[in-house]
């Protein structure tokens, strides 16, 4: 492959692994059963990031199911989300160089959720932050964070440098935390993640005292903590696979400590924008959303961000009719963190501690931060 008898999109992926896997010390490459690739919005892409897509395309094709990240917009009503023409000319042709790479079209940061589930102990090169934590976390899968170009490489070539979290070693915890208080509702695990990840910064940490987690929190979990902390996994006792002994450092995380997570989430009043579904929503979110808006018209520009693939059940179940009856959007491939949005609103009201930070970060949001209801109940303006 090095050599370029494979071709040039090859043997260019070859070079960018066994760069990586000499940094990092790797002894060998290991094959992946699935890639998910970030970088896919042009509007993080840029010209340079296309050039580099189309010259890949030229004569390379992806030798496992990959999946791609939330691109800058609606593929399909880009023009109801008030998307400028040339930046939709652009996006089209990010979206056309990666089909022509034989990779699923599926923007998504949650392909968990949307068809592509690795089991235990599978190897994967998977990008996003909150997909790569959750795979390594929930799931048991092994990922390193993937940069947009290494995770391509691997789709391209089938594999991955054997280092990092692929290796027993690296997985292990290195910090005991113990919760002092109940935890419920999407908001308030996003709001534990960022009090945990603020206080165990890279080190892994073993997470005790959460009784319960539903799918939606550990995804929301999975979302902050990677945001606040320098790590890509943690484990939670009773939900991630496999023992571990406690390490000895330890830490507590109180209820004041969840109640300064809020308040730092939360900038003034004058919310004219709500944003739900970072992580992408899962059909249950929808089902509970389309429940609060049943009959109601939304006051506020609203978007429910999804994948396609949830969206599609949405659909047959009827919760797409009841949502866009009211008014709100609901937006597939794109997030309010990737999608071009500066100066189009100064105030987001999500259920995303993640939201918050990149929605400030990337598109100058000012954030409020509450739980799913009460963004539905800000949404009509009740
Ligand atoms: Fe997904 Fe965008 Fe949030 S990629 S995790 S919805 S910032």
Redesign the pocket.
Known sequence: MLEGKEGRAVQKSMEILAALGEIFGAERLIPVSSVQVAGVSYHNLGDAGLEFLEYLAKDGKVRVKTML??AGMDLEKWREMGIPEDFAEKQMKVINAFRNLGITISCT??PYLAGCSPKRDEHIAWS?S?AVCFANSVIGARTNREGGPSALAAAITGRTPFYGLHLDENRRPRITVDVRTAVSGEHEFGALALATGRKTKEKIPLIRGVKKASLEELKSFS?SFPTYSGAAMFHMEGITPGRFSAPEEHIEVTRKDLEDAVKFLNDENGIDFVSI????CSIGEIERIARLLKGKKVSRETWI?TSRNVKEQADKKGFTQIIESSGAKIVCDT????APLKGRFRTIATN?A??CY?GRGSNAFRTRFMSLEECIKEAVGA
């Open positions: 990240n939330p940061c949650t996003e909150s979302a579904g970072c992580p992408h961000t997030c309010l963190a990737v995303s993640k939201g990149y």
